[in-house]
């Protein structure tokens, strides 16, 4: 079913009582905001994967950040419970020196 022009006024009427003249702009932007975001997202999950992100992923041998961090703490002796990764990885950078 298409909408004339008629039926679109009546919805816009209805909007306009139901809502208000002060809320319906407001409305009107928090959906398009939600569809940007929406599309935003969709594109990130169907679009193709950045390849310097695939290769730096094959280079990590399809490890994390954290694991290869953690896995270099280990063998350093370095204990990383209750750090950043900011002071684990100066703490490795100290023990290798």
Same mark, same amino acid.
């Given at each position: 079913?298409?909408?004339? !022009?008629?039926?679109?006024?009546? *919805?816009?009427?209805?909007?306009? *009582?139901?809502?208000?003249?002060?809320?319906? !702009?407001?409305?009107?932007?928090?959906?398009?905001?939600?569809?940007?975001?929406?599309?935003?997202?969709?594109?990130?999950? @169907?679009?193709? !994967?950045? @390849?310097?992100? @695939?290769?730096?992923? *094959?280079?990590?041998?399809?490890?994390?950040?954290?694991?290869? *961090?953690?896995?270099?703490?280990?063998?350093?002796?370095?204990? !990383?419970?209750?750090? @950043?990764?900011?002071?684990?990885?100066?703490?490795?950078?100290?023990?290798?020196?």
């Amino acid at each position: 079913m298409r909408f004339g !022009p008629f039926e679109i006024m009546i *919805l816009l009427a209805i909007f306009f *009582l139901l809502f208000g003249a002060e809320r319906l !702009p407001k409305l009107a932007r928090a959906a398009g905001q939600s569809k940007g975001e929406f599309q935003k997202g969709l594109s990130e999950v @169907t679009g193709e !994967p950045s @390849t310097a992100n @695939t290769e730096s992923d *094959l280079d990590a041998g399809g490890k994390t950040k954290a694991v290869d *961090l953690a896995q270099k703490a280990d063998a350093a002796g370095v204990d !990383p419970s209750g750090k @950043t990764a900011e002071e684990v990885a100066e703490e490795i950078s100290k023990a290798e020196e």
